[in-house]
């Protein structure tokens, strides 16, 4: 499973080269790999739906990490949708994108991509391998909805999606590890087997829900699927209607066998579900652009899904199943359409199109069908699927079984309602309105590799409603994890027709209501303008608050003075770690000052020096001192035998004076008085005093903190020779033990020389092209600049 990933990854690489040549040609090598990952599955789907395929990689073993895979039958019916719904979809882009686009050079490798994360993301069965390929999958769509980042509205739903998405991950992410924790193992198989239960248990289960909300925009995350509508039609076929909004979903029902009992699982499920399900409906009907009409619709069925697959029970887990493939079936196609469409007459907007169903008649009737399933007509897919999902409630009864019925029914009328607006809005004729011509001027009659992909959806969703037994075996394997409330339940079969009775009915109340709401469309857009609520509004004020907010906190704490950060850096440590030395730490017995005879005059030496900087008027002077410190400090290092840490203390010294000195000749040779600044300076003695003290006694405690007659040094000693193939042990701790410490070091001093490099090259740039062009002094030099340029040369 993980060479499948790996092979989607390595193609997506290679199809830039294909794109160079022929750009058409790239979607359609694209299609291979999901088709033949397709054909794998269902090869494999005899074991998927019974004890499952499983595969593991441990590329850590010494943490407990491996990347753990797992298909059966709820990852066999994702894989459907992502490589087979992939690949159709990449045959229609064959023909979407033209031989000069543009966004082909980038779509067909981020397709691929995506396919390739998404396929691991289906299959993982770790929490935090499902993670990787979860972020994976926010990276990958932000760049497909950006595309080139030409156009404004494309960065701002790129960036919105990432955001969105991203936050939801890392609250996800802290969830999985509370759960992961609390189980004793990150494996979602033997979390589902044996369900842990407590108070960690409680606070993952609201975070993990906070991920799977975001992704599947759910309210009140739900804004930026619609507003990613700014991408090219196959990204949102792909993305928003087969794939990527349906992770969520897909780790509700993953994990919904285990804890669909308790009501911080179900509870903000049912919450959330049933009100996306009505925003996401309600929505649809005032939208006039038919991707945006299918975009809130895709948020109305999210919830719809939500609710299936989260709430537990056999008959939901069966239509949560149907209904999660059956959405694909008929969104993707839907979407398709509106491509062709907008290919053929260089519009979507639906006050625009007239009288499409004579121009283009098969595209009328395939959008029909796939719009029939949404509705949920018989015998379509969607029709089994809605019966199963009333039967699952009204079966339950109490007051959550009639109320979750009564609100999947009200959504259900809105579905309906908003399947009546596609086609009306796509295909029929207006009063009052020309036929709109196809095609147009500049655009193309739909061809085979237009319509051919929209038909093969249309027709399976057909198909697999007339053949449901073939879906039952799939969804039935799945729905044996949940319990049956009775024997009627655990003995319900999918079925086109299960007599008179409530499920057919809220069918029939459904479908009537949708064609009333639709025939009523004139005052629900009057309604709906009315509306004060609007989460994308509350998307825009909450980044606009961050924004204010960050203003707000970097100008109180970067306000460009570095005696104040190096003040609350001190006060930091003398209020923190001072505290919890002097309670916590203990004073080793025997203290000594000092060792050595030598280490008094150079410890004389350091003090005198520092005080007399702390009194120098002169900067040269004060840079001096300084570096009188620093020697004398690599002057006590070598005394206590430590030539490597005294090599590295001189020589920073040095570049330091080398730097100081380039600098001082652009200031004033003298510190500026500000007698007024005498309490701010007494307070800057005494908190560098006080600080200078607890860095001391810290470092007397903890070089007292040893427990035991080891240490490190012996380990070091003991693996030298045969690990670092070395005799000297300090070139062994510096190039292989703590290597990498060694290249941030050589990194910090490559820095520094570029510092000091570019302020020489400065210098000689003064000198050749000074105030009159012969080397002269240029007023830096002499003392006339502005104090302001002064700030600027050195900030």
């Given at each position: ?90 045959v229609y882009s064959t023909g979407y994108f033209g031989a000069r686009s543009e966004e082909a050079n980038r779509s067909a490798a981020l397709l691929l991509t995506f396919a390739g994360v998404m396929l691991g993301l289906v299959l993982a069965d770790d929490l ?668």
């Amino acid at each position: 499973m993980l060479a499948l990933v790996v092979a989607h990854l390595a193609v997506a690489g290679l199809l830039p080269l294909v794109s160079a040549r022929h750009r058409r040609a790239a979607f359609a090598v694209a299609a291979v790999l999901p088709a033949v990952t397709l054909a794998w599955a269902l090869g494999h789907a005899g074991a998927a739906l019974g004890p499952g395929v499983t595969s593991t990689l441990a590329w850590a073993p010494a943490l407990g990490l491996q990347l753990s895979f797992r298909l059966d039958a709820l990852a066999l019916a994702m894989v459907v949708l992502v490589s087979g719904l992939g690949a159709v979809i990449l045959v229609y882009s064959t023909g979407y994108f033209g031989a000069r686009s543009e966004e082909a050079n980038r779509s067909a490798a981020l397709l691929l991509t995506f396919a390739g994360v998404m396929l691991g993301l289906v299959l993982a069965d770790d929490l935090l391998t499902l993670y990787v390929f979860w972020e994976l999958t926010s990276v990958t769509s932000y760049l497909l909805i950006g595309q080139s980042g030409e156009k404004r509205e494309s960065r701002r739903a790129a960036l919105q999606a990432l955001l969105v998405t991203i936050f939801g991950g890392l609250m996800m992410l802290l969830g999985f590890v509370l759960l992961g924790e609390a189980a004793g193992t990150y494996r979602i198989s033997e979390i589902v087997a044996d369900p842990p239960r407590g108070a960690l248990v409680t606070a993952a289960l609201p975070l993990i829900l906070l991920g799977a909300f975001t992704k599947s925009a759910q309210l009140p995350f739900h804004p930026w699927l619609p507003a990613a509508m700014v991408a090219p039609t196959p990204v949102s076929a792909y993305l928003h209607a087969a794939s990527m909004v349906k992770a969520g979903v897909y780790l509700v029902g993953r994990l919904s066998p285990a804890f669909a009992e308790l009501a911080v699982w179900w509870v903000p499920i049912v919450v959330a579900g049933i009100g996306t399900m009505l925003i996401g409906g309600w929505r649809a009907l005032a939208e006039t652009d038919l991707k945006r009409v299918l975009a809130f619709g895709t948020v109305s069925q999210l919830g719809f899904l939500m609710v299936l697959l989260g709430v537990g029970g056999r008959i939901a887990a069966l239509a949560g199943v149907v209904m999660l493939l059956a959405h694909g079936l008929f969104k993707a196609p839907l979407f398709m359409i509106v491509g062709a469409i907008d290919h053929a007459t260089g519009t979507r907007d639906l006050r625009k199109l007239s009288g499409l169903r004579t121009s283009l008649p098969g595209l009328t009737v395939a959008g029909a069908l796939a719009a029939a399933s949404m509705a949920g007509l018989p015998p379509f897919v969607g029709f089994v699927g809605k019966e199963a999902a009333f039967e699952a409630f009204l079966h339950e009864g109490g007051v959550r079984g009639w109320l979750i019925a009564l609100g999947l029914l009200a959504g259900s009328v809105l579905t309906a309602a908003y399947s009546a607006r596609f086609v009306w809005g796509a295909f029929a004729t207006k009063p009052g309105r020309a036929a709109t011509q196809v095609p147009t001027p500049g655009a193309h009659t739909p061809g085979a590799l237009l319509t051919g992909p929209v038909w093969l959806c249309a027709v399976a969703g057909l198909a697999l409603g007339v053949g449901y037994p073939t879906l039952e075996a799939l969804a039935a394997s799945y729905a044996a994890q949940h319990p049956a409330v009775d024997a009627e339940a655990a003995a319900y079969h999918l079925a086109l027709w299960h007599g008179l009775g409530l499920p057919l009915l809220f069918s029939a109340v459904a479908i009537g209501g949708g064609l009333l709401l639709h025939h009523l469309r004139t005052r629900t857009t009057h309604l709906h303008h009315r509306s004060p609520l609007g989460a994308q509004r509350g998307y825009e004020a909450t980044l606009e608050g961050l924004e204010r907010a960050a203003v707000g906190v970097t100008g109180r704490l970067q306000v460009g003075s570095l005696p104040a950060y190096l003040a609350t850096i001190l006060a930091v440590l003398v209020l923190l770690v001072g505290p919890s030395t002097l309670l916590g730490g203990t004073w080793p017995s025997g203290q000594v000052l000092y060792h050595e005879a030598v280490q008094v005059p150079l410890a004389a030496a350091v003090i005198v020096a520092a005080l007399a900087v702390a009194r120098a008027r002169r900067r040269f002077t004060a840079v001096l001192l300084v570096g009188v410190v620093g020697y004398g400090v690599g002057g006590l290092f070598v005394v206590n035998g430590a030539p490597d840490l005294a090599l590295a203390q001189f020589l920073v010294e040095t570049l330091s004076l080398v730097a100081f000195v380039f600098v001082l000749r652009r200031l004033p040779a003298n510190f500026t008085e500000q007698p007024s600044l005498r309490r701010a300076q007494l307070f800057k003695a005494a908190l560098a005093t006080v600080g200078g003290i607890v860095v001391a006694g810290v470092a007397v405690v903890l070089s007292g903190a040893r427990v035991g007659p080891a240490s490190a040094a012996d380990g070091f000693i003991a693996l030298a020779p045969d690990e670092a193939g070395a005799k000297n042990i300090i070139s062994a701790i510096l190039v292989d033990f703590r290597a990498l410490d060694t290249v941030g070091e050589i990194g910090v001093l490559f820095v520094a020389a570029a510092g000091v490099a570019s302020l020489v090259l400065a210098t000689r740039y003064d000198r050749r092209g000074g105030e009159d062009g012969r080397g002269g002094r240029t007023p830096m030099e002499s003392g006339q600049g502005s104090p302001r340029h002064e700030e600027d040369v050195l900030g």
